[in-house]
C-alpha cells in the first residue's frame, strides 16, 4: 500500500553522504537570492553595490555580470528554469525599477503604477516565468499614509506581456507595510514581513489576496508629555499585547522560503509572561516553519547563533544560517554540518545554504569573511552541486510497504529504506544490487532477503 512521503527520508538521506560534491566559488561580492527550481540557473545581488550575476550550471565556473542599463546596475534575487532573472535596476533620480532579465543579459523593466515611490523590486519568478512577484513603495491617493511598501505581482498574458497586480486594498500596518521575500508556484501565497512599529516586524503572508497573519495587532493612543505637561496623544503598536520598545527589546520575524511542498521557512519572536497591564513581556527567538495547508508550525530555539530557517525540501532537509542543517522534521535536536556532510570544503567560513533546487542537488550558499579595514562580513556566493539529488521529484514518488520491506519509487530509480536488495526484470536478469538502483521506466521485481514486490517505475 501507499505511504506518506515521509518514509522516503530513510532510503534519500544517506545519498548525501556518499555524494561527489562540487563547488564552485565567485571572486565578486554576492548573496544568492534564487536557485531555479530544475537547478540549473542562480541568480545573485550585492545590494551595497547594486551587483547582479547570473549563474549557469552549463558553465559553472563563471558568474556572468548582468548590465544594459542607463545605470548599469542591476540585483537579481531569483531566475526561472529558463533563465528569467527578476530583481531591480536603479534609475537616474533615485528611483528603483522592477525588471526581469533574459538569459542573454537583456533587461526589461516592469509595469510600475504611477504612484509607485522610490523602492520597488521584483523578489520572486516561478518556474515558467508566468507569474514575477515582489513589492513597490505605494502611494495610494486614497489613504492617510504617504507610502507603504506593497505586494505586487505581474501576470504574463497571451501576448507574452506582463500585466501587473498592486494589493493596495490590504489593511497594512501605517509604517512601512508588507515585505516580499517569497512566492509559491502558483502565485496564491506571498511569504514575507510585515512592519508593525519601528524595530518591529512580524512574519505574514498574503493569501489570494487576503492579508494573513499570527498576531494580534492593536494601536493605542499613548500621551505625550514634556516637562510634566499632556502635549497630546500618538499612536502605538501593541503585538499580542506587547508594547514595542517598552524595554528596548524589539519583535523581529519573517518568511524567507516556500519550498515545493508548501512549507514556508524563516524565523519569528514569541511573547512570553505577557504583563497586561504594563504591555510588556518576554520575546523568545524561534527558527520556525510553517504548513499554510495543515495550519501546522514546527519551531527551533534559536540559540547558539541559529537565527532562522533560510530553505529546505518538504521538512526533510532543513537548512539554517551558518554551516548547519536539519535531516528530517523527526530529529529536530540534531544539528548536522553542511561541509562534513556533503563532504567539501569552502573557500571561506559558511554563512549558509541560502536557497535550493526543486530535488535539493544544488545549492546556492554564501560564505563569509571579514574585511580587516571595516571589521565587517562581506559575503561571496558559492554554488554546490552534489552528485545525487537529496529528495526524489514528488510529483513522481511513490512509497510502498511490504512486511519489512519499503521501497521508494521515483523517475528512474527505486530506493530500498534501510536494506539493501536485488532488482530484476521480468525475465529473471539482475538489474542491479544494492539500496540504490538506477532502472529503466518498466516493471520490475524487487527482493531483499525473504521479501519480495513487483513494482512499476514511470
Given at each position: 500500500m501507499k505511504k506518506s512521503l515521509l518514509l522516503s527520508v530513510a532510503a534519500l538521506s544517506a545519498l548525501a553522504a556518499n555524494a561527489e560534491t562540487q563547488i564552485f566559488p565567485c571572486d565578486e561580492l554576492g548573496?544568492?537570492?534564487?536557485?531555479?527550481?530544475?537547478?540549473?540557473?542562480?541568480?545573485?545581488?550585492?545590494?551595497?553595490?547594486?551587483?547582479?550575476?547570473?549563474?549557469?550550471?552549463?558553465?559553472?565556473?563563471?558568474?556572468?555580470?548582468?548590465d544594459g542599463v542607463e545605470s548599469g546596475k542591476v540585483s537579481l534575487y531569483d531566475v526561472s528554469n529558463d533563465g528569467i532573472a527578476v530583481g531591480n535596476f536603479y534609475q537616474k533620480g533615485g528611483r528603483y525599477i522592477p525588471c526581469y532579465v533574459t538569459p542573454d543579459g537583456e533587461v526589461h523593466a516592469l509595469e510600475l503604477s504611477p504612484y509607485a515611490l522610490n523602492t520597488n523590486v521584483a523578489t520572486n519568478v516561478n518556474s515558467d516565468a508566468s507569474i514575477i512577484t515582489g513589492y513597490c513603495f505605494f502611494n495610494s491617493p486614497y489613504e492617510d499614509v504617504p507610502g507603504l511598501y506593497t505586494p505586487t505581482q505581474w501576470f504574463r498574458n497571451e501576448d507574452g506581456e506582463y500585466e501587473m497586480v498592486v494589493y493596495s486594498d490590504l489593511d497594512l500596518p501605517a509604517h512601512q507595510g508588507f515585505i516580499t521575500r517569497a512566492a509559491s508556484e502558483d502565485g496564491r501565497v506571498i511569504a514575507g514581513r510585515l512592519y508593525c512599529g519601528a524595530g518591529s516586524e512580524i512574519p505574514a503572508l498574503v493569501v489570494d489576496?487576503?492579508?494573513?497573519?499570527?498576531?494580534?495587532?492593536?494601536?493605542?493612543?499613548?500621551?505625550?508629555?514634556?516637562?510634566?505637561?499632556?502635549?497630546?496623544?500618538?499612536?502605538?503598536?501593541?503585538?499580542?499585547g506587547y508594547h514595542d520598545g517598552w524595554t528596548g527589546e524589539f519583535f523581529s520575524g519573517e518568511f524567507s522560503f516556500i519550498d515545493a511542498w508548501g512549507n514556508v521557512y524563516g524565523y519569528r519572536t514569541k511573547v512570553e509572561d505577557l504583563d497586561p497591564e504594563k504591555g510588556d513581556g518576554n520575546l523568545t527567538h524561534w527558527a520556525c516553519i510553517y504548513n499554510l495547508e495543515n495550519d501546522e508550525w514546527w519551531d527551533f530555539p534559536a540559540s547558539n547563533g541559529l537565527q532562522g530557517f533560510t530553505c529546505g525540501l518538504n521538512r526533510h532537509y532543513i537548512f539554517a544560517n551558518?554551516?548547519?542543517?536539519?535531516?528530517s522534521n523527526e530529529d529536530m535536536d540534531d544539528m548536522k554540518s553542511v561541509t562534513t556532510?556533503?563532504?567539501?570544503?569552502?573557500?571561506?567560513?559558511?554563512?549558509?545554504?541560502?536557497?535550493?533546487?526543486?530535488?535539493?542537488?544544488?545549492?546556492?550558499?554564501?560564505?563569509?569573511?571579514?574585511?580587516?579595514?571595516?571589521?565587517?562580513?562581506?559575503?561571496?556566493?558559492?554554488?554546490?552541486?552534489?552528485?545525487?539529488?537529496?529528495?526524489?521529484?514528488?510529483?513522481?514518488?511513490e512509497v510502498l510497504m511490504e512486511n519489512d520491506l519499503y521501497i521508494v519509487l521515483s523517475t528512474g530509480r527505486i530506493d530500498i529504506a534501510n536494506a539493501e536488495g536485488t532488482v530484476y526484470d521480468l525475465n529473471g536478469r539482475i538489474m542491479g544490487s544494492g539500496s540504490t538502483i538506477r532502472v529503466a521506466p518498466g516493471t520490475y521485481v524487487v527482493k531483499s532477503g525473504d521479501n519480495s514486490r513487483k513494482v512499476m517505475v514511470k
Open positions: 548573496i544568492v537570492g534564487g536557485v531555479s527550481q530544475n537547478g540549473r540557473y542562480a541568480a545573485i545581488y550585492d545590494d551595497e553595490n547594486s551587483m547582479g550575476y547570473l549563474w549557469d550550471a552549463e558553465n559553472p565556473e563563471e558568474y556572468k555580470l548582468i489576496g487576503e492579508l494573513k497573519i499570527f498576531n494580534e495587532l492593536e494601536t493605542r493612543l499613548e500621551p505625550f508629555y514634556y516637562k510634566d505637561k499632556l502635549l497630546g496623544y500618538y499612536e502605538e503598536y501593541y503585538v499580542d551558518g554551516n548547519r542543517y536539519i535531516e556532510s556533503f563532504g567539501f570544503t569552502p573557500p571561506a567560513a559558511l554563512a549558509g545554504v541560502m536557497r535550493c533546487s526543486k530535488d535539493g542537488k544544488v545549492l546556492g550558499a554564501t560564505t563569509q569573511v571579514m574585511n580587516p579595514a571595516t571589521q565587517e562580513y562581506q559575503y561571496f556566493p558559492l554554488m554546490i552541486v552534489l552528485d545525487e539529488p537529496l529528495e526524489a521529484e514528488m510529483d513522481s514518488v
